[in-house]
């Protein structure tokens, strides 16, 4: 079965960073393109970056400069470098696959930014 497990959630300080990882299986990784999303509480879950399976990374606005997604292909895992962390990059952190008409989804890892 195809599984997409977050890791790298944690409490930060404001000006932290954390990194955060996404190991998949049951799918062939090298072909999907990868994206992180985060939702807080009382929001809508929202695209954080993404990387297509040729490797061209985009980002949020609120995130640029700060953030950064990287894959690696030889361990089916996408990764979420995050620097220079807000209280508002708080929330829960999801990552996502997609290929066409297929889409899968992690349960996410809670990243708090608090002093």
């Known amino acids: 079965q195809v599984q997409l497990v977050e890791s790298g959630g944690g409490l930060v300080q404001p000006g932290g960073s954390l990194r955060l990882s996404c190991a998949t299986s049951g799918i062939i990784f090298s072909f999907y393109a990868m994206g992180w999303y985060r939702q807080a509480p009382g929001k809508q879950r929202e695209l954080v970056a993404s990387?297509?399976?040729?490797?061209?990374?985009n980002y949020a606005d609120s995130v640029k400069g700060r953030f950064s997604i990287s894959r690696d292909n030889a361990k089916n895992t996408v990764y979420l470098q995050m620097n220079s962390l807000k209280p508002e990059d708080t929330a829960v952190y999801y990552c996502?696959?997609?290929?066409?008409?297929?889409?899968?989804w992690g349960q996410g890892t809670q990243v708090t930014v608090s002093s």
């Open positions: 996502n696959a997609v290929l066409l008409s297929y889409e899968y």
């Open positions: 990387i297509t399976s040729g490797g061209i990374t």
